[in-house]
């Protein structure tokens, strides 16, 4: 029999004849507090301990942490646990129970379930035990961790692994062996075949302590990959290396202990090394290190191929977001088939907004039906609806997120709960090709709704879509209003019923500053309109003053609070590129008349300049430095997306008919637009100074 064979037997009960008698294995060490075996080992390794020969005993055989993206037909889609019976009696679970933290409680395994002699079972680690017997209340961490088997209270088989790449397993090199190995083609619930032949157990003072040097930034498709190892406790030459690829290819040179890779056009996406080594000529559990290099789509290439959107994952740093619509977008929903992170979505998507339509980049509303998109990474949570906002008409990139993330630290100076849209950056790829840098933001609807821990039934949720939303009882024009609603539309609630709005434009429009200072408790949460007025004052939003905002009102609660949108109008520029002085102010009387109130009544007017000192104070949310430094971080996580997305959309920036800046010849580059948002702001804090001087001590 060949030694191979026999090392695959050594766990059995009874060695096979012409089998070397192997080397001892260590006798278990008790644990004075649970009478369980420790044996884990700092250096990655395992050694099994020895139950009682008249004891029958399982192994863990091979182990999945993680799932690939599009598993293997017919293997399981989560991480999974494989147990061999190396006996040759059938063995019950019913004694047998696992744990993944040698601090944690031991989750017994089903009792129903038995292991067929010299034959294994793949046990689910999904964490949902309840779905039936195989499944398990844990799952395995991909980055390294370990597990420990036990019958009764002794520890019969223990594993602990490092780094491994989703969809790649760890397995016993032979059922049952000592020596184990990365395996790019996993084998749950089949014999483990034996790959090179295990010499003897290593000790567990081999350890090389594998380190691996990252690129620190995403390449483009062309460059050179290149990765190297070292061995942080001994020398790597005393330790066989080995490098999987995934995807497979590159080089490794043993001589330099370097990977290598130079990359072609159809290698964007994500590149992982797995770096394995184990003591030469010794049989054990690997040690790995993982290494992740992203390369980048070079769109502009003529001979450029279109990505794979189940890996191409992130580019410059940002998550990517493919979708592919099933027709010609418009303003009505399609369908669309989606992927984000490596996961498929079925979606609808359509055009967003009037003026979007007409813009060479549109911006999107994209629904995602029926699983919804996992945006938690991003901080916006499991999402239904997405909103995508296209900077087309903002070259420097960053206005609307300024807004909304200035609207987020303003609502932390009140300590109240609040209406507060989140955004975040990603990168759009339409039908497998670039198609620009995007700022993705909530869906102002029921999701929102209760996402920000307000009631979603029985409310209503308005958005005004023109000046006539503006609590006058007369219209932007001056004429009076026949409809006491104008301006405004619907969005969530009862089909049809305005009632509420009506009201309150009713009492606004009418009652006198007295009325409306007794008064506004029965109609507004009036801290989001003092903050709404101080808002788009600062930043110069005259377009959002009285419209391009939602309203919400629960009956219940019977006062409206205020939610924000759309800034395109904001920071120097308005919605058609025409530049907006820094010296320019508005109050915004003339479209607000819940404004003209609060600024005309002398005890709202004082709480209100009161807070607008303390918001515009040094790291307030209205101060220059603090808007520096949040746009100084946004640039720091977008510079090479922006600059992309302009490369690509320039030309359409320069020719589009609608820019008053092109027209009055002040149209900036990317770099330039950046820089006069920049001295904007600087400016601007000294224009509001002489508007509003500090009261000073």
Known sequence: MS????????????????????????????????????????????????????????????????????????????DWIELYNPGSEPVSLSRFSIRDNADAEPSPLDPTLEVAAGGMIVLLADGQPELGPRHLPLRLDVDGESLELLRDELVVSTLTYGELIAGWSLARNGDGSWDWEVRTSPTPGVSNPVGAAPGPPADGDEHCGLVDVELEEDVLEGALLTVQVSCADDELAAFDVLALSNPAGGTWDAGTATWTRTTGLADAGTHEVLFVAKPAGRGAVPETERSRVHVVDDWSHPDNVLVDPATYTREWGLPVLHLDPAGSLSQTYIAADGWFDGVPYSATMKIRGAASVGYPKNHFTVEFEPTQIDLGDQGLGNKDHLVLISNFDDNAYVRQKLAFDVWAEMATYRAAPRMLPRSCWLVLYLDGAYFGLYMAIDHIDDEFEREMGFQDVGTNLYKSVNHDANFYLRLANGNDKTNLSSGWEKKEGTEGDLSDLEALTQWAGSASDAEFLAEHDDWLEIEDFIDWLLFVHWIAAADSAGKNAYLYNDPLDVRFRYVPWDFNHAYGQDWRTLRVSADWHSEFTWNNAIFAHLLAEPTLAAALWAHDEVLRAPGGPLSPDRQLELIDGYYADIDRSAQRDWDKWAAAYGSYGGWASLRNGDWLDYPGERAYLEQWLVDRADAMDVLHPPAGP
Do not use: M
């Open 3 to 78: 030694t191979l064979r026999c090392f695959a037997l050594l766990a059995a009960v009874t060695l096979l004849p012409g089998c070397p008698e192997p080397e001892p294995l260590p006798e278990p060490v008790q644990d004075d507090d649970d009478d369980s075996t420790d044996v884990v080992d700092d250096d990655d390794s395992t050694e099994e301990p020895t139950p009682p020969p008249s004891e029958p005993v399982l192994l863990i055989n091979e182990i999945l942490a993680a799932p690939a993206a599009q598993p293997p037909a017919g293997a399981p889609t989560t």
